[in-house]
């Protein structure tokens, strides 16, 4: 990763938002917009791949959530680990995915929790098998270490919870 100065000024979506005091926060929101579009296209396509066709990136997380750990999860579950806030996404995904007998429900007392199929299961080792054979290997050939790839999580983590703030604290106004 390269911290040269583009002669030209930051990369940014929009000039204007980087005119401020920190146009490094223009740089990283168009970077993650690009990452953002192309991880929702490598999920849809991977999936594919794997013989899941038809599912959408959101459907695809939270199958994926749902099968971690092999644990039964509950809707509220499911959009905290995610930050979706629209409950809304999510049962229409969890129904989508009940309906492509991808996961199943059950009762704990009162709870509806949600648990994945053999089905969904298989669906996600395929996925995994095509990660690997295609992302996994690309990032290995590059110069980028695991240690970097956990600080940028990291770090991308913490910044998330200042937008959420921001989003709070907007949403006050």
Not at 10 to 33: D, T
Not at 152 to 163: D, K, M, N, V
Request: hydrophobic content about 45%.
């Amino acid at each position: 990763m390269s911290s040269e100065k583009n002669e030209f000024g930051p990369i940014v979506s929009s000039g204007h938002l980087a005119s401020g005091a920190l146009p490094a926060l223009s740089e990283i929101e168009f970077g993650l917009i690009m990452l953002n579009h192309a991880f929702s296209r490598w999920m849809v396509r991977c999936m594919a791949a794997a013989g899941v066709p038809d599912l959408s990136a959101i459907d695809i997380l939270v199958l994926h959530n749902i099968n971690s750990r092999n644990k039964p999860k509950t809707l509220a579950d499911i959009a905290l680990v995610l930050n979706i806030e629209d409950t809304h996404v999510v049962t229409y995904a969890l129904k989508k995915l009940e309906r492509l007998k991808l996961i199943k429900s059950g009762r704990r007392g009162k709870e509806k929790l949600v648990m994945v199929t053999e089905a969904g299961a298989d669906a996600c080792k395929r996925y995994a098998a095509v990660r690997e054979a295609l992302l996994v290997k690309s990032v290995l050939a590059t110069e980028v270490t695991g240690e970097t790839l956990s600080a940028i999580a990291s770090r991308l983590r913490a910044l998330s919870g200042h937008y959420d703030q921001a989003a709070r604290a907007a949403a006050s106004l």
